[in-house]
């Protein structure tokens, strides 16, 4: 095992650490309370094409350089 550490007392530790990392997660859920919710809202004319214009654009002067 790593670190020359008996298989036992490795295998304890890394069970305590899960076990600690999901109860920490599940405090932290319970105490902020995250809207894990994706509304169906569709984005706003312009947010998310303009990006992909951009892209479009640049490929095609990336094209005519070529």
Known sequence: MPA???FWPYFKFLTA???SMFAG???VHSYYK???IIPAIPP???ELGEL???VK???KMAKEKA
């Open 4 to 6: 020359g550490v008996d």
């Open 17 to 19: 650490s899960l076990l």
């Open 25 to 27: 997660a599940q405090l």
């Open 34 to 36: 995250p809207e894990l």
């Open 44 to 46: 706003k004319r312009g």
């Open 52 to 54: 992909r214009d951009k």
């Open 57 to 59: 654009r640049e490929a």
